[in-house]
């Protein structure tokens, strides 16, 4: 029907629909190369309209014509990427990136352990780490277990369980096979997550699997341990990190904390640093551990590509 209508008229009937309808009519539209008469007749029909003749071109320029005249150049832009990301093949679960923490941590509350692990280890550390505090707290644990021990899943299984996922929130995605979950999968997202639901998780490893749960604490690297890096390191996460992440992460660090980041500074840059921690008053506890959960995956990031190293001291030398 708004491929009949034409674009101006569409895009006044797109601004009156939700986010989510809006993204999935112009999915629908991108793919619609061709409405022909007969099928414009029966929807013009079915809703006592007028018909235009003729076939009219649909395809993704039209769908970027509407959407551009109703939510304007950058969040037309802004859909229609997510459109093609999802067409092209993309990971499973990819979509889950436009749905609500709320809403997906509601949509798998009630699954079996092992199926939310599914989900979760195919999500961003930041998406699982969110979703995983939205479960109930006897299921947290249960999940996190789950991860420790995934093995690579076969393709037909993430694609059910990935589209029946999907079908809840209206979504079209496509799924493929890859290894995921692991003790490094559970670490990702414990060092993204807020403090309570990584303590009630390792809780819960501690008195169910005692060896796990050890192994998850030799494996985290949480904002306290920046002490332990050289200064090469810190001088090339200082590079690398946001300033306002910085800011906003010493504020109530340690002493030894500070000091680790100032000696790795220039004089003047730690005179501007300090000026702005006592400039900057009273902050929210959960901005300041969202900022050091960003410095830490700059951090991973850096151990990740080799730039630092995280266990320096396990790493093999040839002399």
């Known amino acids: 029907m708004l491929i009949t209508l034409g674009a101006k008229t569409a895009s006044n009937v797109l601004r009156h629909l939700s986010p989510d309808e809006v993204q999935r009519l112009a999915a629908q539209i991108a793919v619609s190369k061709e409405v022909g008469p007969d099928v414009q007749e029966q929807v013009v029909e079915e809703f006592a309209l007028y018909r235009r003749s003729g076939p009219t071109a649909g395809g993704l320029e039209y769908a970027k014509e509407i959407l551009e005249q109703s939510l304007g150049h950058s969040k037309a832009q802004e859909v229609l990427d997510d459109i093609v990301a999802g067409s092209g093949g993309g990971r499973p679960f990819d979509w889950i990136k436009t749905s609500h923490v709320l809403q997906l941590g509601g949509a798998i509350r009630n699954e079996r352990p092992q199926v939310a692990a599914l989900i979760l280890a195919h999500l961003s550390p930041s998406q699982s780490a969110d979703v995983m505090s939205q479960l109930p707290e006897e299921t947290q644990g249960k999940v996190a277990h789950k991860l420790t021990s995934m093995r690579p899943v ?52 501690q008195k169910t699997e005692a060896e796990t749960a050890e192994s998850v604490r030799g494996l985290m690297f949480v904002f306290e341990d920046i002490v332990k890096l050289d200064d090469r390191a810190m001088q090339v996460i200082i590079r690398e990190v946001d300033q306002e992440d910085l800011r906003l992460g010493l504020k109530g660090a340690s002493e030894e904390i500070k000091q680790t980041f100032f000696r790795n500074m220039s004089e003047r840059a730690v005179e501007v640093l300090k000026e702005d921690l006592e400039m900057m008053g009273a902050v929210k506890l959960r901005d300041v551990e969202a900022a050091r959960r960003r410095v830490i995956s700059v951090v991973h990031r850096l151990d990740e590509v080799g730039e630092i190293s995280l266990h320096p001291d396990e790493e093999e030398v040839v002399t």
Request: glycine share 6%.
């Open 154 to 205: 076969a393709p037909e299984i993430v694609r059910a369980v990935d589209e029946a996922l999907r079908d809840r929130f209206s979504k079209e995605r496509k799924g493929s096979m890859r290894s995921v979950g692991g003790l490094q999968s559970l670490v990702t997202i414990l060092n993204n997550a807020d403090k309570s639901t990584e303590s009630k998780i390792l809780e819960y490893l």
